[in-house]
């Protein structure tokens, strides 16, 4: 291996990273509100990617115009989602919660895959050139995309939980819900808003892959390879998640390449993340940057 194509292989796979970590802030975000780990994530970017493609096929709206239509949409959606379906559910066993998050996962596959066939649809072009050079590197022009709006969206995250109202009313609730609520938070609020952030930001990581990849049933998996990044960081850590996405995304490049040339395993890059994952936990069961939890008994 050559040190420009590592640096290559380096690159995109941070560029892929900073997606999974803004994909993995979601997870957590739930997470830290409700206690809840959502198994329908990965159905929340397919969404975002069918309805930003729909807008821009059949309404024939801009890109960009499309794109803002699109996180308004996830907005409603993920609000109406907490209200109607999971806001019934406070006080139910944990378990109740999770099967549910996963029979909604079954129903929207089956949905968007009624509504939009099971085919794979591309994009319509957005960019004038599909790929860029950046000191001296090859790389697409919607990774560079990816990038900033990742950058950008781990920036308002930050700025959100420190110095926002409702980002530390988020934070209060996370931490105890019967203090929050004594305090004047309304934690059924905190709870919605939250899963309207999860749901945005995942519709805004589905578009840029719809964009690459093009859209289809098999978009909705983005969330599970996501899953090894929240658990590798730690499940209640924002900071976990955007490290456990950049060891993800390298570690994948890297392994696709030591596959293709040496191993010849054929799928080393979709299970390596696990066998990392497994590694990791057995030194530290709490994930990278995860809260430990003692219980007296």
């Given at each position: 291996?050559?040190?420009?194509?590592?640096?290559?292989?380096?690159?995109?796979?941070?560029?892929?990273?900073?997606?999974?970590?803004?994909?993995a802030?979601?997870?957590?975000?739930?997470?830290?509100?409700?206690?809840?780990?959502?198994?329908?994530?990965?159905?929340?970017?397919?969404?975002?990617?069918?309805?930003?493609?729909?807008?821009?096929?059949?309404?024939?709206?801009?890109?960009?115009?499309?794109?803002?239509?699109?996180?308004?949409?996830?907005?409603?959606?993920?609000?109406l989602?907490?209200?109607?379906?999971?806001?019934?559910?406070?006080g139910?066993?944990?378990?109740?919660?999770?099967?549910?998050?996963?029979?909604?996962?079954?129903?929207?596959?089956?949905?968007?895959?009624?509504?939009?066939?099971v085919?794979?649809?591309?994009?319509p072009?957005?960019?004038?050139?599909?790929?860029?050079?950046?000191?001296?590197?090859?790389?697409?022009?919607?990774?560079?995309?990816?990038?900033?709006?990742?950058?950008?969206?781990?920036?308002?995250?930050?700025?959100?939980?420190?110095?926002?109202?409702?980002?530390?009313?988020?934070?209060a609730?996370?931490f105890?819900?019967?203090?929050?609520?004594?305090?004047?938070?309304s934690?059924?609020?905190?709870?919605?808003?939250?899963?309207?952030i999860?749901?945005?930001?995942?519709?805004?990581?589905?578009?840029?892959?719809?964009?690459?990849?093009?859209?289809?049933?098999?978009?909705?998996?983005?969330?599970?390879?996501?899953?090894p990044?929240?658990?590798?960081g730690?499940?209640?850590?924002?900071?976990?998640?955007?490290?456990?996405?950049?060891?993800?995304?390298?570690?994948?490049n890297?392994?696709?390449?030591?596959?293709?040339?040496?191993?010849?395993?054929?799928?080393?890059?979709?299970?390596?993340?696990?066998?990392?994952?497994?590694?990791?936990?057995?030194?530290?069961p709490?994930?990278?940057?995860?809260?430990?939890?003692?219980?007296?008994?």
């Amino acid at each position: 291996m050559t040190t420009s194509l590592f640096v290559q292989l380096l690159v995109n796979g941070l560029i892929v990273g900073t997606l999974y970590g803004v994909v993995a802030m979601s997870f957590v975000l739930i997470y830290k509100a409700s206690q809840i780990v959502n198994f329908a994530q990965g159905e929340f970017l397919l969404i975002g990617a069918w309805v930003c493609w729909w807008i821009m096929t059949d309404l024939q709206l801009p890109f960009f115009w499309s794109f803002i239509l699109t996180l308004a949409f996830m907005v409603v959606f993920g609000i109406l989602l907490q209200v109607v379906v999971l806001r019934p559910l406070i006080g139910e066993p944990i378990i109740s919660v999770i099967m549910v998050t996963i029979g909604l996962s079954i129903f929207f596959q089956a949905m968007m895959k009624w509504m939009f066939g099971v085919f794979v649809q591309p994009f319509p072009p957005i960019f004038e050139t599909s790929s860029v050079t950046i000191l001296g590197l090859q790389v697409q022009t919607a990774y560079v995309m990816s990038l900033v709006i990742s950058l950008i969206a781990m920036g308002l995250f930050a700025w959100f939980f420190k110095f926002s109202k409702i980002g530390l009313a988020m934070r209060a609730t996370a931490f105890n819900q019967q203090v929050a609520q004594s305090l004047g938070v309304s934690v059924k609020q905190m709870f919605a808003i939250s899963w309207a952030i999860s749901a945005v930001v995942s519709a805004l990581a589905g578009v840029v892959v719809g964009i690459v990849n093009g859209v289809s049933a098999g978009l909705s998996l983005f969330g599970f390879k996501v899953f090894p990044a929240v658990i590798l960081g730690g499940l209640d850590s924002i900071i976990g998640a955007v490290v456990g996405g950049l060891i993800i995304g390298v570690l994948e490049n890297m392994a696709e390449y030591v596959d293709g040339q040496f191993l010849h395993i054929g799928n080393l890059y979709a299970v390596a993340p696990y066998y990392v994952l497994i590694i990791i936990l057995m030194i530290k069961p709490y994930g990278l940057f995860g809260t430990k939890n003692i219980e007296r008994v």
